[in-house]
């Protein structure tokens, strides 16, 4: 059986990626910050719940040792938005550290505890929780500072990685779930957490070492950088 680790699996795309991980056979390490949210209702003989906070090495180190020798599949899904500063002036630089230290440093912090873990699996899967925002191509509109430039510095993080989990037998996939109604994406977006995951876990199941490094929609296809 695979071993799957989602963080900020409570609510949104993370409970919903639990939920569809466990329907294909997965055996799922989900993680709550502090609430456990939806997984609390989840009884499932393969989910076992940690409570993690990604800023936390400490936190992070003992869900490694929760999980044991393997992991199969890690989804660095936890993210938080910005402030939606309208204008230069109002951007906020504590916050944007601290947007930084979730979107784009704390996907580095779990992958490197999990690389032991990833080194035992027989083509281990990473996957970065990424959004169509990261892409430089794609900015037309501006603003969401903190948030875009999180993103791709998780972009540039995630593939600078490549070649290293490749040499560890593991691939590498970033991507971007769609404009999805959950919390984040608010009541306006045009997908379920159900679509998207959905697609997801499509492109999860077809990953492979050729495809590594690949910037992905749900839906499969190829995002500008
Ligand atoms: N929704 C969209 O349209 C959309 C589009 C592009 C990309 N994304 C990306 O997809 C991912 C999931 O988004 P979502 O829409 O499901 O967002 P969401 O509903 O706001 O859920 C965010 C999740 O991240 C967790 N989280 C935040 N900070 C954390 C921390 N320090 N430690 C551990 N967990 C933490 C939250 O836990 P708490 O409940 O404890 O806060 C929650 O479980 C994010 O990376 C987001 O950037 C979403």
């Known amino acids: 059986m695979k071993i799957a680790i989602v963080t900020g699996a409570n609510r949104g795309i993370g409970f919903e990626l639990t939920r569809q991980l466990l329907d294909s056979g997965y055996a799922v390490h989900a993680t709550y910050r502090s609430n456990m949210g939806g997984l609390k209702g989840v009884q499932h003989a393969h989910l076992t719940t940690h409570r993690v906070d990604v800023r936390s090495d400490e936190d992070v180190a003992a869900l490694m040792v929760s999980v044991g020798e393997r992991v199969d599949l890690l989804v660095n899904n936890a993210g938080v938005p910005d402030g939606r500063w309208s204008s230069i002036a109002e951007i906020d630089l504590q916050e944007t550290a601290e947007v930084f230290e979730v979107n784009a440093f704390s996907p580095v912090r779990v992958t490197q505890h999990a690389l032991p873990l990833l080194a035992n699996s027989q083509g281990g899967v990473v996957a970065m929780m990424s959004s169509l925002m990261a892409s430089i191509d794609d900015c037309k509109s501006g603003r969401s500072y903190a948030y875009r430039a999180s993103k791709t510095a998780l972009n540039m993080f995630a593939i600078s990685m490549k070649n290293e989990l ?25 997908l379920t957490p159900q679509e998207s995951v959905k697609g997801i876990v499509a492109r999860l199941n077809e990953q492979n070492g050729e495809l590594s490094g690949r910037f992905v929609q749900y839906d499969g296809i190829e995002l500008p950088w």
Not at 175 to 186: A, N, Q, Y
């Open 166 to 190: 490749e040499a560890l037998g593991a691939s590498l996939i970033i991507l971007h779930p769609g404009w999805v109604e959950t919390d984040m994406g608010g009541p306006h977006a045009p």
